[in-house]
């Protein structure tokens, strides 16, 4: 099966391109992660007049219609638009021109995308056609394709031609960083020369949001002040705030990167996985299985605690789960839990599902590209079961060379990567 695999090569990170709440961008991204913005505004995307969640981090000002030839437009849901801009921002990035791309070389480039939603708001759309009493000519005739999670890689793949394998991981919140570490395992092994893999969701449906309220795991508290509503490790978090967007990257082999002359982000090093088995929506106290998973990265990567200079937190704004993860970090650490700065994105960008491990890489990459570590914005009220260093209110000035990506999922699924700087 591994018949040609000898030494694993090294992968690193050499285009970056996202569509997210709070900037279109990568530069726009970063600045707006710096500046310590929120993405979180009123739903305008439908009526939540009913609803007693009102709030989300959307992407705004997308033309997504750019994105899409006139006769596609009907036939994909929001996904799809979100992660081919991102891609082609990556691919640009990274110096690769899809077009001028002999046969030979469209052939060693793969696709790995994480997903947690897919196409579920396209659905939605569909139902209430087939439902509501609607014309069925206004459905798509690729309405099952579209609504598959399998076939958002394949977008990329007839977008930009590339025939190397094409492929959606769909682990809960989990899935672009396990997305990230198996594209960066097909090239460590020599089955793919380079990859184009990330995260996108899109989750911002009527039904989908009435689905999260039943679990009580939004919060209610700050409809009237929604870019205070996403405070991650805060006394007074009430519950998550449901994002959207899309983070891609451009991963390769080092010698590759480094002979064309690419820019290097950084080095995927290492990656561990584990599972609670625990509960489909609740993590286990303790923390000890999302500590395994994080140390089983550091282990992967060849690092110790002490080699770490950045965190990236999953930090949802459940009273549960951040203090969990807190009690995680104690473990997998150890004494260096405390010295290590450590920062929630999803504070400034909510919760975009399975994309949340591709945006906190591209908060890593942040950190490590301009020396500024992004903050955890709206922690104004300490809360004493989660005391470590989560860089509140402001970002910091910190040299940061190895960063840890924590991710904690739906069904006890916990994924970290490590990344070093080349």
Known sequence: MLSKFKTPRRVVITGMGCVTPIG????AFWAGLQ???????????????????????QVRNFDWQAELGPKDRKHVPRTVPLVLAAAREAL????????NLSIEERQQIGVEIGTGGGGLPFVEDHYAIWYNGGSHSKASVYIIPAATHGTLSSEISMAFGLHGLSHVVSTGCT????AISYAAQHIAVGRQEMMIAGGVDAPLAPGILAGFNLLTVLTTDWNDEPERASRPFTRNRSGMVLGEGSWIYVLEEFER???RGADIYAEIIGY???CDAYHRVRLQEGGDEPARAMALAMEDGGVNPSDIDYVNLHGTSTLLNDRIETNALKIALNCDSHRIPMSATKSQIGHPQGASGAA?????????????IPPTINLDVPDPDCDLDYVPLEAREADVRVALCNCIGFGSKNSALVVRKV
């Not at 906190?360 to 500024?372: P, S």
């Open 272 to 274: 561990g996985s584990t």
């Open 257 to 259: 990167a480094t002979k």
């Open 175 to 178: 899935s672009s960083t396990d």
């Open 360 to 372: 906190g890489l591209g908060a890593a990459l942040c950190a490590m590209r301009t020396g500024v």
């Open 92 to 99: 640009s990035d990274a110096g690769i021109a899809p077009a």
């Open 24 to 27: 279109i961008g990568r530069e």
């Open 35 to 57: 500046n310590g913005e929120s993405g979180v505004r009123r739903i305008e995307s439908f009526d939540v007049s009913n609803s007693s969640v009102k709030i989300a981090a």
